[in-house]
Antibody, heavy 119, light 108 residues
């Protein structure tokens, strides 16, 4: 069955960097758009970025553009998120999620990885 | 940017019908997707493209979308339906996804 597993979260100081990974299995990874979505403690869902299935088209939310970089490796069935210049407000659970089409819905989600930005 | 408005909370009795609204400017012209998030868990898709249920989602879940309001309806509410529910659309002007602020459904 479909499985997504995020990793790479942890405690980082303000201004620091972190790289999140999302390992996937159970579906044809290269057929799907992939997304990063986060949820701050006690708050709602915030979409961050998507990357297209094969031609690496990307889009970012205004709140993170310039500090986050999404990438994927279709040979490894994996998705990545490089985060730079982290701020306290970036503290959240970060989810990866699949989309079967551009501008569609998110049909499968990972369980998330917690990023805490604190000194 | 496009804004989706949901009521923060909704309390319903078991066996009754819950209706969760999602307001947005001409949302009826957009495809609306709905997610359920139980405490401590990742979100799960319950409705996509206005009123399509993923496999495994009970028929009790349905939705509509017209004018400035989309609505998720949960018929014959059960204790297990207690969760946060989020609507979602795509803002094609800036190629960004937009989530509603979420509605906490409490089963009395």
């Amino acid at each position: 069955q479909v499985h997504l597993a995020e990793s790479g979260g942890g405690l980082v100081k303000p201004g620091g960097s972190l790289r999140l990974s999302c390992a996937t299995s159970g579906f044809t990874f290269s057929d799907y758009y992939m997304n990063w979505i986060r949820q701050a403690p006690g708050k709602g869902l915030e979409w961050l970025s998507y990357i297209s299935s094969r031609d690496n088209l990307v889009s970012y939310a205004d709140s993170v553009r310039g500090r986050l970089t999404i990438s994927r490796d279709n040979a490894k069935n994996s998705l990545y998120l490089q985060m730079e210049n982290l701020r306290a407000e970036d503290t959240a659970v970060y989810y990866c999620a699949t989309s079967p089409t551009h501008a569609g819905h998110f049909d499968f989600w990972g369980q998330g990885t917690l990023v805490t930005v604190s000194s | 940017s496009y804004v989706l408005t949901q009521p923060p909370s909704l309390s319903v009795a078991p066996g009754s019908t819950a209706r969760i609204s999602c307001g947005g400017d001409n949302i009826g012209t957009k495809s609306v997707h709905w997610y359920q998030q139980k405490a401590g868990q990742a979100p799960v898709s319950v409705i996509y493209y206005d009123n399509v249920r993923p496999s495994g989602i009970p028929e009790r879940f349905s939705a509509s979308n017209s004018g400035n309001t989309a609505t998720l309806t949960i018929a014959r509410v059960e204790a297990g339906d207690e969760a946060d529910y989020y609507c979602q659309v795509w803002d094609t002007k800036n190629d960004n996804c937009v989530f509603g602020s979420g509605t906490t459904v409490t089963v009395l």
